[in-house]
C-alpha cells in the first residue's frame, strides 16, 4: 500500500478510536466540550520548537500534557522532549511498551530513566507529568504519583530544538493525539499537579517557561502562550509536508 494511502487510513483509524461514537468527523465536534489537538500517525509526524535559553533548564523540571494514546507504537515514541547530541534527550517524556518513561541527561554523565509502574489506560485521555528536583524523579498518571526514584546532579543542555509528538532524527513517533504542552522550570508539587490537570495556566506564571495548548485548529505554527518567541511548527517547517500532525476536534479531555 503507498505511503500516503498508509497514513490515511491509521489517521482514518486513530479519528474513529478518539470520537468513538460521538463522530467519526474532526471537522464536526461532538460536544460543546470539544477541544482542538494534534493527532499523530505513528509514522514520522512531529512539532518542532527552536532551541531558546529558557528551554535548557540545568536543575529543575516538570512536563506535562494530556495525551490520547491508541497503543501500538513500535519503540520507544517521543511526547515532548528537549534533544540532544546522538538523539539522547536533554529531559523528556516517551512511551515505551504503553508505558511511560521520564528522563533527564545528567551534566557529566548519562541519562536517567523512571519508566511507570502501570500501562497507561487505552483509547482514552491521560493527564501525564515528569517531575525532577535535583533530588528525585517522579512520573504522576492522572495526578497520582505513579512512579519515582533518586537521582542528583544538574541537567545538560544542547543547542537542538524541542519536539512534541516524535523526533526526526529516531524512528519511533507517537500514535495518538496531544494537548496542552508544559514545560516548567522547577519541580511542582503533587497539589500542583492534580490542581493543574483542571486549570489552564495563563501563560505568564513563575517558573512556566514554556505553553503551548495545541488548540489553532488550522495552520502551521503552534502558538506558545508563554514569553520568549517559542511559538512551533509543524513537521519540517513553514510548507506543509508529510512530516505534519493533523489538527482535530475532540471531546475535552478534561471531560473524560
Not at 474513529?16 to 461532538?30: K, M, N, R
Not at 489537538?37 to 535548557?56: E, K, P, R, T, W
Not at 513517533?173 to 493543574?196: C, D, K, M, Y
Amino acid at each position: 500500500m503507498p505511503g500516503q494511502a498508509v497514513r490515511s487510513l491509521l489517521m482514518s483509524l486513530l479519528v474513529v478510536a478518539l470520537f468513538g461514537a460521538c463522530s467519526s468527523d474532526p471537522a464536526e465536534p461532538p460536544s460543546d466540550d470539544a477541544v482542538a489537538a494534534l493527532l499523530f500517525d505513528g509514522s514520522n509526524d512531529y512539532v518542532q520548537v527552536a532551541d531558546a535559553q529558557a528551554l535548557d533548564l540545568t536543575d529543575q523540571v516538570t512536563l506535562s500534557a494530556w495525551v490520547y494514546f491508541p497503543g501500538g507504537v513500535a519503540g520507544e515514541a517521543g511526547i515532548i522532549q528537549k534533544d540532544g547530541p546522538g538523539s539522547f534527550g536533554r529531559y523528556g517524556l516517551w512511551v515505551l511498551d504503553d508505558r511511560l518513561d521520564f528522563c533527564v541527561y545528567i551534566d557529566g554523565g548519562s541519562q536517567s530513566c523512571l519508566y511507570s509502574g502501570k500501562k497507561l489506560t487505552l483509547n482514552a485521555w491521560s493527564h501525564i507529568a515528569g517531575v525532577y528536583d535535583g533530588a528525585d524523579l517522579r512520573l504522576y498518571v492522572n495526578g497520582t504519583l505513579d512512579a519515582s526514584q533518586a537521582l542528583t546532579g544538574g541537567i545538560s543542555t544542547s543547542d537542538a530544538p524541542l519536539y512534541i509528538g516524535g523526533d526526526p532524527t529516531e524512528t519511533a513517533f507517537l500514535v495518538g493525539a496531544i494537548h496542552e504542552v508544559q514545560v516548567w522550570n522547577t519541580a511542582r508539587t503533587p497539589a500542583q499537579i492534580a490542581s493543574g490537570m483542571h486549570a489552564r495556566p495563563t501563560g505568564s506564571e513563575a517558573g512556566l517557561v514554556g505553553y503551548w495548548p495545541l488548540d489553532e485548529g488550522s495552520g502551521q505554527v503552534v502558538n506558545a502562550a508563554t514569553p520568549g518567541n517559542l511559538n512551533g511548527t509543524l513537521g519540517s517547517g513553514a510548507t506543509a509536508d508529510a512530516a505534519d500532525p493533523a489538527w482535530t476536534t475532540a471531546p475535552w479531555p478534561h471531560q473524560q
